[in-house]
């Protein structure tokens, strides 16, 4: 069973930056494609990038594009989401998941829960003064 765990929450100013690392410590993340999702209280969860098993190959939802950029080390079996100018808008637990299918040519950020069928136990992002 996969297991990811995320982690790099935690509270900041608006304006400032934070980044989210997804792990995992018992299998590679290398083939899979990964996402990163979030989910403020009373709302949804969204789709916030994802990227490709390459790396080469990333995606963001339209409220974060020019914000936070995805990455992945293959080295450091761990993907990034490095968020910057944060607003409070973006106060929710995030979520990375991962596409168990191996080598898919593109990702997704829809929540595709049969796509990405495995879950971390989420970080908290809040963004305050």
């Known amino acids: 069973q996969l297991q990811l765990v995320e982690s790099g929450g935690g509270l900041v100013q608006p304006g400032g930056s934070l980044r989210l690392s997804c792990a995992t410590s018992r299998f590679t993340l290398n083939g899979f494609t990964i996402g990163w999702f979030r989910q403020a209280p009373g709302k949804e969860r969204e789709g916030v990038s994802c990227i490709s098993y390459t790396g080469r190959g990333t995606k963001s939802a339209d409220s974060v594009k020019g914000r936070f950029t995805i990455s992945r080390d293959s080295v450091e079996n761990t993907v990034y989401l490095q968020m910057n100018s944060l607003t409070p808008e973006d106060t929710a637990v995030y979520y990375c998941?991962?596409?168990?299918?191996?080598?898919?040519?593109?990702?997704?950020?829809?929540?595709?829960?049969?796509?990405?069928?495995?879950w971390g136990q989420g970080t908290q992002v809040t963004v305050s003064s």
């Open positions: 998941a991962a596409d168990p299918t191996p080598f898919r040519a593109a990702c997704t950020v829809a929540v595709d829960k049969e796509r990405y069928r495995y």
